[in-house]
T-cell receptor, first 112, second 113 residues
Framework: DAGVTQTPRHEVAEKGQTIILKCEPV?????LFWYRQTKIQGLELLSY????????DGGAFKDRFKAEMLNSSFSTLKIQPTEPKDSAVYLC??????????FGPGTRLTVL | QQQVRQSPQSLTVWEGETAILNCSYE??????FPWYQQFPGEGPALLIA?????DKKEDGGFTIFFNKREKNLSLHIKDSQPGDSATYFC????????????FGKGTHLHVLP
């Protein structure tokens, strides 16, 4: 079984650019999550989808972060415009029901 | 407000020793506590989990001890190996909001050969 796939693995952006991160969840999983991971803040939930419907849009992250799930096997996270403070690892995870999360390897974003 | 706290931030043990990682929480409604293991360059992976109806859960060399009254739990890694060197995250969620898993900030474990 393929795990969660994330592309690209690394992204370097100039301040003000628009970047799109991609995620393919585990086949059959109906929950999909986007997290941001930094050393200081740890793991922060950005978005949560259940069966493709957006259930949680991350509150403080709403203004420049937009996650979409066009179909059950693909999701994107758009950051527009990027700022240096957005430099972090962005993790996508999927799960089925109340089982544990399956995380992807993450995308390391550096904003200059 | 940090709902799930982990200590120590960093832990170094010798190969063969038992590593003990601690976790405490504030919300008494939390009833599910997974631990995740993360290696550099990878995402976290579910290692072991416990529900609040139990006080102990074992899986291979990993054991969770849970104290509901004190609102704390610990992960014991028996016979630690250098390959166990990783960051370990304690997490918690409540049954009715199971999607809202709250993660601690992690313990960096270094196992020296």
């Amino acid at each position: 079984d393929a795990g969660v796939t994330q592309t690209p693995r690394h992204e370097v952006a100039e301040k003000g650019q628009t970047i799109i991160l991609k995620c393919e969840p585990v086949s059959g999983h109906n929950d999909l999550f986007w997290y941001r991971q930094t050393k200081i803040q740890g793991l922060e939930l950005l978005s949560y989808f259940r069966s493709k419907s957006l259930m949680e849009d991350g509150g403080a992250f709403k203004d420049r972060f937009k996650a979409e799930m066009l179909n059950s096997s693909f999701s994107t996270l758009k950051i527009q415009p990027t700022e240096p403070k957005d430099s972090a690892v962005y993790l996508c995870a999927s799960s089925f029901g109340t089982q544990g999360r399956y995380f992807g390897p993450g995308t390391r974003l550096t904003v200059l | 407000q940090q709902q799930v706290r982990q200590s120590p931030q960093s832990l170094t043990v010798w190969e063969g020793e038992t590593a003990i990682l601690n976790c405490s929480y504030e919300n008494s409604a939390f009833d599910y506590f997974p631990w995740y293991q993360q290696f550099p360059g990878e995402g976290p992976a579910l290692l072991i989990a416990i529900r609040s109806v139990s006080d102990k859960k074992e899986d291979g060399g990993f054991t969770i001890f849970f104290n509901k009254r004190e609102k704390n739990l610990s992960l014991h890694i028996k016979d630690s190996q250098p390959g166990d060197s990783a960051t370990y995250f304690c997490a918690a969620s409540e049954g009715t909001n199971a999607y809202k898993v709250i993660f601690g900030k992690g313990t960096h474990l270094h196992v020296l050969p």
